[in-house]
C-alpha cells in the first residue's frame, strides 16, 4: 500500500458525461500528478500540482481539469467524455514535486461506452 | 497487467534464475531514474531509483545499473519469484530539463513472466 487513496476504483459512464476522479496523497506529500494509461499510450502525464497551484501541464486535454485543494487532496475533472477515454488513471504524489519518488495509487479504472 | 500495448516485450525466466530487464533512455539530460513494478489491476509500485550521480545502487534482491553513455538502465532481480511476475517500467525524471516540470516520463514496460 503506497499511502495514496483513489475513489472511485471503477467507473462506468456513457459518451458526453462528467465524471470527477478523487485523489488522496500521502501524508506529508505536497504535489499531486495525475497519469493516464491506456493500451496503446502507456502511462501519460497529465497534470501536476504543488501544494495548491498547477506546476505543469502534459498531455491533457482541454476537456479535462484538475485542482488540488487545501488540504491536498485533488480532483481530476474529465467532461464530453468519449469512448477513447476509456483508460487507468492514476495519481501519484510525491514530497517536493521535484526529482523525488512518486508513489502511486491504485487507480480508477473508467469506461465511456 | 493491462498496462501496455500490444507490442510490449516479454521476459520469460525460471523461478530462482536472475532476471535482467533493460531500458534505453530518451534525455541525456535527465537526472533521476526510477523502476516501478505494476501487477494486473493495480498501480505502479516503486522498486528503486537512481540518481544520475551513480552507475549502480542496490536494493532487497534487487539492483539498477546506469550507463549514462549509452542512456541505457537495467534493473537486476536476483532468485526471481513467481511473485515477481508482472509488468516493469523505467521511468526518467526530466526535471527542469523537460517540460519545466519534473514529470516523470515511461518506458513502454517489459512483461516479466515466472516460470515456477
Known amino acids: 500500500d503506497s499511502g495514496v487513496t483513489q475513489t472511485p476504483k471503477h467507473l462506468i459512464t456513457a459518451t458526453g458525461q462528467r465524471v470527477t476522479l478523487r485523489c488522496s496523497p500521502r501524508?506529508?506529500?505536497?504535489?499531486v500528478y495525475w497519469y493516464q494509461q491506456s493500451l496503446d499510450q502507456g502511462l501519460q502525464f497529465l497534470i501536476q500540482?504543488?501544494?495548491?497551484?498547477?506546476?505543469a501541464k502534459g498531455n491533457i486535454l482541454e476537456r479535462f481539469s484538475a485542482q488540488q485543494f487545501p488540504d491536498l487532496h485533488s480532483e481530476l475533472n474529465l467532461s464530453s467524455l468519449e469512448l477513447g477515454d476509456s483508460a487507468l488513471y492514476f495519481c501519484?504524489?510525491?514530497?517536493?514535486?521535484?526529482?523525488?519518488?512518486?508513489?502511486f495509487g491504485p487507480g480508477t479504472r473508467l469506461t465511456v461506452l | 497487467g493491462e498496462s501496455v500495448g500490444l507490442h510490449l516485450p516479454t521476459l520469460s525466466v525460471q523461478e530462482g534464475d536472475n532476471s535482467i530487464i533493460n531500458c534505453a533512455y530518451s534525455?541525456?539530460?535527465?537526472?533521476?531514474f526510477i523502476w516501478y513494478k505494476q501487477e494486473s489491476g493495480k498501480g505502479p509500485q516503486f522498486i528503486i531509483d537512481?540518481?544520475?550521480?551513480?552507475d549502480k545502487r542496490q536494493g532487497q534482491r534487487v539492483t539498477v545499473l546506469l550507463n549514462k553513455t549509452v542512456k541505457h538502465l537495467s534493473l537486476q532481480i536476483a532468485a526471481t519469484q513467481p511473485g515477481d511476475s508482472a509488468v516493469y517500467f523505467c521511468?526518467?525524471?526530466?526535471?527542469?530539463?523537460?517540460?519545466?516540470?519534473?514529470?516523470?516520463?515511461f518506458g513502454k514496460g517489459t512483461k516479466l513472466s515466472v516460470i515456477p
Open positions: 501519484a504524489s510525491s514530497v517536493t514535486g521535484n526529482t523525488d519518488t512518486q508513489y
Open positions: 534525455n541525456s539530460a535527465s537526472d533521476y
Open positions: 500540482y504543488y501544494n495548491g497551484e498547477e506546476r
Open positions: 501524508s506529508g506529500d505536497l504535489s
Open positions: 521511468a526518467e525524471n526530466l526535471g527542469l530539463s523537460g517540460a519545466g516540470s519534473y514529470q516523470l516520463t
Open positions: 537512481i540518481r544520475s550521480n551513480m
